[in-house]
């Protein structure tokens, strides 16, 4: 195996074959050799014309999709369109940086790029249309599982690549790059690969469709690249690995893995073997599916264990922050006539919109060479109400220590909140703590169903890790406001505890360190509220919530109106 | 510019494709609303419709393409061109028109002229993506993300089928009767009531399980991904099938009959399910008869009510933001409580 190039390795070449066909590729890493390796190996393969466009965070709707030229506009007199980065770059590589901050909207934009190679604009007096073949390389830098690139992207781009595992590409020259281009039109595939991708995606438990296909393309550009006109097993073999390997959600157990535990499944996939007609293409299938498991890395098992587990409990786990967090931009105010100032932004076009109809009338008395005249009555500015998005933690207590019916109690108070948080169209998360620590039941959502199944799926007893609980609400809350969200942390408790941080049982140590928490949770300025769910108003949960500087109320008062009410008073304001 | 699959080549996602073509039968149903998984087709299955449409009549020169037989429906340029004499008649195509996201104001409801104003100085009317969607389909891909204040325009124009224009100085009025068809993942946010309830029908689009589909799917997209126009060329016999079926399905329209007996039931079934008033229960009907029509049948029976009523209902159960059960299922469930497994 010395010899020959790993999987990994043969991604650049890949791309540089069929760069529209495959989309592209996920390279996920902090910046280092690995990533920049790849970037220098694809750009060398590729023709040296190919437009290589960097795609900024901050890129607004006009740069990207195009718009008006308004100083092309200004000196010609008429409207003149420019192209936007997509349109720029047809035919070539769009490298989206810190793909795993995308916006929704603009992720939207390259997606539709991605799926009709052309970009459609209609924006400020001006609609056109323009070519936009392109592929994406999206640069992730999450860290944290939860950031991560956009799972729309993903679907769409080929090859999920980690680059700090990555070796030097294997390099294919221009030369062979443009062979290999020319020979993949005539490349074949028979139909029992393309059924042997597709069977084997549906046994790694992948739902979406474009991964098949995706590999068919993968399989095709491998064989051009060897200079074979019909894929062979080992160029399916190799797609699989790449585009298939890395989007498992369950790892088939052959029988001679029965030591491996089973991973947990939500419901039985459509079988594979059993069903096939054709015990050849069944073999086919089950070398593929050998080699694809021989690429899934070390560790994914207990990584897929760890995900099924969420997904039970929150139907889609793993892609939570990075996607809701940017959310609204808000709505941009209406636009109106006005001075610019802090709070409202000259709009430049509609002030010339404004003028333009009095450009002959005003020529007409005017000794003004200016191409276009404008007046201070013609300004028009946009309002911008930016609204920060909010998200509510609901931090659980579901030791034993608080009785069944409490429990029961606290639930309706949070179901209560949910509800209203969803009119208010806010985030919601939650978080419980019992037994030896906390743990995130639902990462922030705006999907009330969501929210409503994890409550009801709590269970109760056990210890009181009661700051292992706030430590973690105030690490989520951190996320939630460097992510530019307005975070605020319900806290549903007794104020006893008696797990400690180091989870060793004991009282006096657990309300030490509950209490130090509170008091960090306090430095860090979140707005808080802490209901008091102990039967009588106890003074363990007054003297938590005055360490944290929460608003204290008792739930022995908090009925509907109450709690709501108070969580409105907590809560950041528009 | 690019391509479209055709629509008859489309594997599985039965449902979607009832709705679209229901849909194409009817345009009074009011739209389609195709929300689920990744991947599945649901742009692809709306952007194959306009191949799919037959031609329609429409006045010849009109920005808006008015309808000759429809006086009351004229925009004000056509009614003004009626007095001088008949309406010269011209057939075009049903437009399908995409509005995509970033799609600005001014665009969307039609604005002043630029080119005009500055060039001449004059002050004329640019229609917008509204006016250009008259009489025919209006897609949103990605619907959840698209903007506010285009939402709210487009839950205005949607009901009211005027588009009116009082910006620039200028003051315009004109027809806007669009299908309304929107795609989206639910992943990405929810849609708000109002826009959800100018969607006759609401379909749930799940990625096939099936490895048959699967297979279909994949091999069918490459062959067409590899050589479009001979893909096309391959399909046209069974496209140009389906689109004779969708023009008689439409004449026989008019003439299928709903009894008394499935009024009821539809009425019933409202009930059982706690819809809003009578706009379920219209929608019900029209899809039905929609769907009894492109069967060929003279008569709407049962049997259309209960394969239609997840659609046109799954959308108008939003009373209890916190019932967890599915719409589907409660649907499905009413369905078979009434009317027996």
């Known amino acids: 195996m010395s010899e020959a190039p790993s999987p990994a390795q043969m991604v650049a070449a890949l791309l540089a074959v069929d760069p529209q066909g495959l989309g592209g590729v996920v390279l996920r890493g902090m910046p280092g050799p690995g990533r920049d390796g790849f970037l220098a190996a694809l750009r060398d393969a590729l023709p040296e014309e190919t437009p290589w466009r960097r795609l900024p965070l901050s890129i607004s709707d006009s740069r990207l999709l195009g718009g008006m030229d308004l100083s092309a506009t200004l000196r010609a007199g008429r409207p003149i369109s420019e192209r936007g980065l997509l349109a720029e770059a047809d035919g070539g590589i769009v490298i989206a940086a810190m793909a795993e901050r995308l916006t929704p909207l603009t992720t939207a934009q390259l997606c539709a790029a991605l799926d009709r190679g052309m970009v459609v604009a209609a924006r400020e007096g001006i609609g056109v249309e323009h070519a936009a073949n392109i592929a994406v390389v999206a640069l992730d830098e999450g860290i944290e599982e939860g950031e991560i690139a956009p799972s729309a992207l993903r679907d769409r781009l080929a090859f999920l690549v980690e680059t700090d595992r990555l070796a030097t590409p294997s390099a294919a020259t221009r030369d062979e790059v443009l062979m290999a281009r020319l020979r993949l039109a005539h490349v074949e595939i028979s139909d029992d690969a393309i059924a042997a991708l597709a069977a084997t995606s549906l046994v790694l438990g992948i739902d979406s469709l474009r991964a098949p296909l995706l590999a068919v393309r993968a399989a095709r550009a491998q064989a051009a690249l060897a200079g074979r006109d019909v894929v062979s097993e080992e160029d399916i073999s190799l797609a699989g690995a790449l585009v298939l390997a890395p989007r498992a959600t369950r790892i088939p157990q052959s029988e001679h893995e029965e030591a491996e535990p089973p991973p947990p499944e939500p419901e039985t996939p459509p079988e594979n073997s059993d069903k096939q007609p054709d015990p050849a293409q069944g073999q086919m299938e089950d070398r593929v599916l050998e080699a694809i498991k021989a690429a899934i890395p070390a560790g994914l098992l207990a990584m897929l264990q760890a995900a099924a587990l969420r997904n039970q409990r929150a139907k889609t786990g793993g892609k939570a922050g990075a996607w809701q967090k940017s959310g609204k931009r808000g709505r941009p105010g209406s636009t109106r006539r006005g001075e610019p100032g802090p709070k409202a932004r000259l709009n430049l076009i509609e002030t010339l919109r404004t003028a333009a109809p009095w450009q002959p009338l005003r020529r007409a008395e005017s000794a003004s060479l200016a191409a276009v005249l404008v007046r201070p009555e013609d300004f028009m500015v946009t309002r911008f109400r930016q609204r920060q998005e909010r998200t509510t933690i609901f931090v659980v207590d579901a030791s034993g220590s608080l009785a069944a019916n409490r429990l029961a109690e606290a639930k309706g108070a949070v179901e209560l909140l949910l509800a209203e948080c969803y009119v208010r169209r806010d985030q919601v998360a939650m978080i419980a703590f019992r037994g030896k620590g906390a743990e995130i039941l639902l990462p922030p959502t705006r999907s009330l169903v969501r929210a409503k199944r994890a409550l009801r799926q709590l269970p109760g007893g056990g210890g009181t890790p009661l700051a292992a609980g706030i430590a973690s609400s105030a690490a989520l809350a951190e996320q939630i406001a460097r992510k530019g969200g307005a975070p605020a942390i319900v806290l549903l408790t007794d104020g006893s505890a008696n797990i400690a941080r180091d989870t060793s049982p004991g009282r006096i140590q657990a309300g030490l360190d509950a209490m130090e928490e509170a008091r960090g949770l306090r430095g860090a300025g979140r707005c808080s509220l802490v209901v008091d769910t102990s039967q009588r108003p106890a003074v363990a949960a007054q003297n938590l919530a005055d360490a944290m500087g929460a608003v204290y109320l008792p739930m022995p008062y908090a009925d509907a109106t109450g709690l709501s009410r108070a969580v409105q008073s907590v809560l950041p304001k528009d | ?341």
Request: glycine content about 8%; charged content about 25%; some cysteine.
């Open chain 2, 1 to 341: 510019m690019a391509l479209a699959f055709p629509f008859s080549a489309i594997a599985g996602q039965e449902e979607m494709k009832q709705a679209i073509l229901i849909a194409a039968i009817d345009p009074g149903v009011g739209g389609v609303l195709a929300f689920g998984d990744r991947g599945t087709g649901k742009s692809t299955t709306v952007r194959a419709l306009a191949a799919l449409l037959p031609q329609m009549q429409a006045v010849a020169g009109c920005r808006y393409r008015c309808d000759p037989a429809q006086a009351s429906r004229l925009c004000s340029d056509c009614r003004e061109r009626r007095t001088h004499g008949p309406l010269p008649v011209e057939t075009v195509s049903v437009p399908v028109v995409d509005l995509p996201l970033g799609a600005s104001e001014d665009r969307v409801v039609g604005a002043l002229d630029l080119e005009r104003a500055l060039a001449k100085g004059e002050k004329a009317f640019e229609p917008g993506l509204l006016a250009r969607a008259n009489r025919g389909f209006l897609y949103v891909d990605e619907v959840n993300l698209l903007e506010d204040h285009l939402v709210d325009l487009l839950i205005d124009v949607a009901a009211s089928g005027e588009n009116v224009v009082e910006r620039d100085g200028l003051s315009v009025r004109h027809p806007a009767r669009f299908v309304l068809v929107g795609s989206g993942n639910p992943e990405e946010g929810e849609l708000r009531p109002q826009l959800l309830d100018r969607f006759g029908m609401s379909v749930e689009v799940k990625t096939p399980t099936d490895l048959a589909t699967r297979i279909l799917v994949v091999r069918r997209r490459d062959a067409f991904d590899r050589d479009p126009e001979a893909f096309i060329a391959a399909w046209a016999a069974e496209d140009a099938t389906l689109r004779a079926k969708i023009v008689a399905a439409h004449a026989h329209l008019p003439t299928v009959d709903v009894p008394d007996s499935v009024l009821e039931s539809a009425s019933r079934l409202c009930i059982a399910l706690g819809t809003d008033g009578l706009r379920a229960e219209l929608t019900l009907m029209r899809t039905a008869r929609a769907l009894a029509a492109l069967h060929g049948r003279d008569e709407v029976t049962e049997a259309e009510l209960r394969e239609v009523a997840p659609s046109a209902l799954r959308h108008r159960l939003r009373r209890n933001p916190l019932d967890d059960s599915g719409s589907t299922v409660r649907v499905e469930r009413a369905l078979a409580e009434l009317f027996g497994a």
